[in-house]
């Protein structure tokens, strides 16, 4: 999954994105309202991390011209001015969840994991699809017959994908958009090659290939 961070503290988000990349998201951070604002709109991000006190744009400006303009993408607002005001401002703008600072990591974490479920129509908890449950702890997917396979950062990132919109049919951009940030940009074909590790590690049935279209995960088809 794709995140954005909009976030002028340069330590703070350098923070951030190291530790949302060992969580296994792609990340891509910028320190400037406008050019946050303008990424957002023209790349489809899982997430945005938006801090409210911005020098060169207000982070609620930000929000309320992305909710102007029909972009929901879910916005969780880190901000030091942690006043119930400001808090029902952040929320009435079209805010997803607000954060504090200082924060714990890990209350970030579970934040930004249930607004992409939530949003996404998946319940809280562990992410399970026909069987399949992707342990995120652990790094590995724990198949019907409850054997526990382990992946690689990239697997674990294509899976959680294909895991949150099973019905889909993901073509390679999206699928190079959702796990490697602007940094990383590499060749389409890679894609293929992770899929072909998942087919060897989990069933070459789960991961349909349709052509000219991209790949679509069908669980149904390993029972």
């Known amino acids: 999954m794709r995140l954005l961070i ?15 990349e060992q969580a296994h998201y792609a990340v891509d951070m910028v ?8 990424m957002a709109n023209e790349t489809e991000y899982h997430a945005v991390i938006l801090d ?33 005001k400001e808090r029902v401002e952040g929320i009435d703008a079209g805010a997803d969840d607000y954060l504090g600072k200082p924060f714990h990591m890990e209350e970030l974490l579970a934040r930004l994991k249930a607004i992409i479920y939530r949003c ?23 198949k019907p017959d409850g054997e526990g396979v382990s992946l690689t950062a ?9 895991m949150l919109a099973p019905e889909r049919i993901h073509s390679k951009e999206v699928l190079m958009e959702a796990i490697y940030d602007y940094d990383r940009v590499t060749d389409h074909n890679v894609i293929e090659v992770y899929i072909n590790h998942l087919r060897k590690k989990l069933g070459k049935e789960l991961f349909r290939t349709l052509r000219w279209q991209g790949y679509r995960f069908e669980p149904g088809a390993g029972a």
């Open 52 to 84: 409210l006190g911005l020098p060169d744009k207000s982070g609620l400006t930000i929000l309320r011209n992305w909710r102007r303009q029909g972009n929901i993408v879910p916005v969780i607002i880190l901000t030091a001015r942690n006043t119930w």
């Open 6 to 20: 909009i976030e002028d503290d340069q330590v703070l988000a350098n923070h951030l994105k190291r530790d949302l």
């Open 31 to 38: 320190h400037s309202g406008p050019l946050g604002e303008a």
């Open 154 to 162: 990239m697997e674990f990132r294509l899976m959680r994908i294909f």
């Open 120 to 142: 996404h129509s998946r319940v809280q908890g562990a992410l399970a699809v026909g069987g399949y449950t992707l342990d995120e702890a652990r790094q590995m997917v724990i």
